[in-house]
């Protein structure tokens, strides 16, 4: 990535690996030990949290622009397609999971709520892999809805829509 790429406006919406969608609603200039430097200041709604983020460490951090349409559209794929769910046990699929939300990318989390999900006929799901899910629809939503110009919920209301049309298919396949 060149380093012109990663430059963002004040009112971006921008991807923050660890912690989701924000937005850049400052271009900072301060003098830390002695230093000049030069920080985006995220906001994060949800969380109600502020981040600041050096200039020169964005692309270090894994900060980036909202997902292409192309990523957006295989993301969206990926949640019509049948759960991959490993034979481990849940501790390390917990790990792996969560690594892929953290990792900030789309379709690695559409793949977490694909997985995760669970339609209202089918057996519950622990109070652990319910928080996982929640994160990463959650996550995934955000990112939908700031790329869609709609809310969280709009977004979160669609993901659902399209699990709950694709999954009755692949449950049924096992009775």
Do not use: C
Not at 97 to 107: F, P
Not at 153 to 174: F, M, V
Request: hydrophobic share 35%.
């Amino acid at each position: 990535m060149s380093a012109n790429s990663l430059v963002f406006e004040v009112g971006d919406y921008v991807v923050y690996p660890k912690h989701g969608v924000g937005r850049v609603i400052e271009l900072q200039k301060s003098e830390i030990a002695g230093m000049q430097l030069e920080l985006y200041v995220l906001r994060f709604e949800k969380e109600k949290m502020t981040l600041r983020v050096p200039t020169n460490k964005a692309e270090g951090v894994g900060m980036r622009k909202l997902s292409s349409d192309k990523t957006l559209k295989e993301a969206l794929q990926v949640l019509t397609t049948k759960p991959k769910v490993k034979r481990t046990m849940w501790s390390r699929r917990a790990q792996e999971y969560e690594a892929k939300i953290n990792s900030g990318d789309l379709v690695s989390i559409a793949e977490v709520t694909r997985d995760l999900f669970r339609a209202d006929d089918q057996p519950e799901q622990s109070y652990s892999e319910r928080q996982i899910f929640e994160a990463a629809s959650s996550r995934l939503a955000r990112e939908l809805g700031a790329m869609e110009e709609s809310d969280e919920k709009t977004a979160q209301a669609k993901i659902l829509e399209i699990l709950n049309e694709h999954a009755p298919k692949y449950y049924t396949e096992k009775a």
